[in-house]
Nanobody, 116 residues
Framework: QVRPVESGGGLVQAGGSLRLSCAAS????????VGWFRQAPGKERDVVAT?????IIAYAESVKGRFTISRDNGMVYLQMNSLKPEDTAFYYCAARESWTIKWNYWGQGTQVTVSS
C-alpha cells in the first residue's frame, strides 16, 4: 500500500508557473501508475495528467502544451507553466497498481490558485 503526499501548491499570477510534487510516504512510486487530478469548487474531479509505471504519459486537452508530468527518484512531478485562472483548483495525486484501472490511493491534495 502506498500513501501519496502532495506539495508545491500556492498562489501565482496568470502566466506564471508552479511545480507540484508527489511522494509516497514510506515507499517509492516507481512501480505505480500515477495521476494528477484537480477539482474546482462546484465541479467534478477531473484527470489532468497520468504517467504509467512504464512511462506512458497522457494529458487532458486543456493542459496539453502547458503542463508536464514526470517521475524521478520515486517521485512524480507536475510542472505547470502558462497558468490560467481556470487552472485554479485543488490538485490531487493518485496512484494505482499496474493491474487495475481503479485509483486506489489518494493524497490529501494541494491548493493551486491562479490570479488574473
Amino acid at each position: 500500500q502506498v500513501r501519496p503526499v502532495e506539495s508545491g501548491g500556492g498562489l501565482v499570477q496568470a502566466g506564471g508557473s508552479l511545480r507540484l510534487s508527489c511522494a509516497a510516504s514510506g515507499r517509492t512510486l516507481s512501480t505505480y501508475t500515477v495521476g494528477w487530478f484537480r477539482q474546482a469548487p462546484g465541479k467534478e474531479r477531473d484527470v489532468v495528467a497520468t504517467i504509467s509505471w512504464n512511462g506512458i504519459i497522457a494529458y487532458a486537452e486543456s493542459v496539453k502544451g502547458r503542463f508536464t508530468i514526470s517521475r524521478d527518484n520515486g517521485m512524480v512531478y507536475l510542472q505547470m507553466n502558462s497558468l490560467k485562472p481556470e487552472d485554479t483548483a485543488f490538485y490531487y495525486c493518485a496512484a494505482r497498481e499496474s493491474w487495475t484501472i481503479k485509483w486506489n490511493y489518494w493524497g490529501q491534495g494541494t491548493q493551486v490558485t491562479v490570479s488574473s
